[in-house]
Structures are given as structure tokens and as C-alpha cells.
């Protein structure tokens, strides 16, 4: 078993909707990231949290600790919001994991 | 301002055949990193370094080699490529490590025949 799961591994959306994509992990940890890996293949980092909830526009993330679990959530999703999000903990180790993404597309 | 560079974005090899991935980092960052992305895998990292002239091997460090003579630059060397090595390459920078997030270059995509 992974040790980051994400789900859903693919999900597809009309314009307007929210979206939540989900990250579990089964070891301890200071800190997540979730991360944006445009079509072209460029990463971009959007959060790191290591508790509560942050938000950057149309974008939230959030965690929780005691169940080690973590949501971003994308309001009013745009097409352009179509990318593989990756879920990644730096571990109580220090050693970064990655999750396998989640591929999103949204449709006008 | 461009961040973090990666040369050359695409490159074929024969099996048995040598290269150089180069990344440039113009951010005054300390650590730099190699990762490898596969199909239904995370990324996972190669070789990393926590500064100028220091390496250190990953989580899949075998058939690399890396050098950071320079703090902007990281070399990732491929010095007999194998068809297992096909693959997406990227190059990351941090200025403190795993604490702060990381910047990533677009990717090199190498496909080994």
C-alpha cells in the first residue's frame, strides 16, 4: 500500500462545479503539499500546511492531522484549472512522498 | 526571473549511449533535487544536493550520476542509458530543504531505445 493515497485518481467536471480531491497517508508528518502539474508538465507548488486550512482565490486546502487526511477544494472550477494536482508529505523522517495525482478536467 | 531551467526538454537515446541533463536554478537556492516521473507513480527522487560541491543519493540513485560544482547548476548523468531509464526528469530548488516548498523546472522527457 502507498503510503500517500489521493483519490480520485482521474475526475472530470463542468465549468461551475466544485471539486474536492481527496489525500490520505498512513505516516507521521510536518508538513503537505499539494502541488499542480500543468498539460504542458510543469509543477507548480500551491500549499504547504501543515495544520488547519489555507486559501489562495478559487483555491482551499485542508487538513487534518489526528485522521491524516487532506482535501483541496476548487470553487467555481474553469477549464483552465485542468491539471494533475499531487498530494506530497515531507515525513517525520524528513523524506518528501509523493502521491500518483489526480487528473482533472473541466469542461466548458 | 527563470526560476528553475532545465536543458534539453526532450532528448532520445540508444541503449548503451551517455548524457548530460542540466539544471539551472537563478534563485540563490541551497538545495537542489533530481526526481524521476513514471506512469502510476509519484515522483521519486534520485540524487539530491544541499549545497555547492555536496550530493547525496535518493531513492533511486543507480545508473546516475550528479555533480553541483556550481551552487545554480545541478548536472544529472546518465553514463550507459537502459530502456528502464526512459522517463520524465525533473529538477527542483529550495532554499532551506524539505521545509519550505519546492521549485520545479518543466521537465525533461527521455526516452531510451
Known amino acids: 500500500k502507498n503510503e500517500v493515497e489521493q483519490s480520485p485518481q482521474n475526475l472530470t467536471a463542468q465549468e461551475g462545479e466544485f471539486i474536492t480531491i481527496n489525500c490520505s497517508y498512513s505516516?507521521?508528518?510536518?508538513?503537505l503539499h499539494w502541488l499542480q502539474q500543468h498539460p504542458g508538465g510543469g509543477i507548480v507548488s500551491l500549499f504547504m500546511?501543515?495544520?488547519g486550512k489555507k486559501k489562495h482565490g478559487r483555491l482551499i486546502a485542508t487538513i487534518n492531522i489526528q485522521e491524516k487526511h487532506s482535501s483541496l477544494h476548487i470553487t467555481a472550477s474553469h477549464p483552465r484549472d485542468s491539471a494533475v494536482y499531487i498530494c506530497?508529505?515531507?515525513?517525520?523522517?524528513?523524506?518528501?512522498?509523493f502521491g500518483t495525482g489526480t487528473r482533472l478536467q473541466v469542461f466548458p | 526571473n527563470a526560476g528553475v531551467t532545465q536543458t534539453p526538454k526532450f532528448r532520445v537515446l540508444k541503449t548503451g549511449q551517455s548524457m548530460t541533463l542540466l539544471c539551472a536554478q537563478d534563485?540563490?537556492?541551497?538545495?537542489m533535487y533530481w526526481y524521476r516521473q513514471d506512469p502510476g507513480m509519484g515522483l521519486r527522487l534520485i540524487h539530491y544536493?544541499?549545497?555547492?560541491?555536496?550530493?547525496a543519493k535518493g531513492e533511486v540513485p543507480d545508473g546516475y550520476n550528479v555533480s553541483r560544482l556550481k551552487k545554480q547548476n545541478f548536472l544529472l548523468g546518465l553514463e550507459s542509458a537502459a530502456p528502464s531509464q526512459t522517463s520524465v526528469y525533473f529538477c527542483?530548488?529550495?532554499?532551506?530543504?524539505?521545509?519550505?516548498?519546492?521549485?520545479f523546472g518543466d521537465g525533461t522527457r527521455l526516452s531510451i531505445l
Open positions: 527542483a530548488s529550495s532554499y532551506l530543504g524539505n521545509t519550505q516548498p519546492q521549485h
Open positions: 505516516v507521521g508528518i510536518s508538513a
Open positions: 500546511l501543515s495544520s
Open positions: 506530497a508529505v515531507r515525513a517525520n523522517t524528513d523524506k518528501l512522498i
Open positions: 534563485m540563490n537556492h541551497e538545495y
Open positions: 544536493s544541499v549545497g555547492e560541491g555536496t550530493t
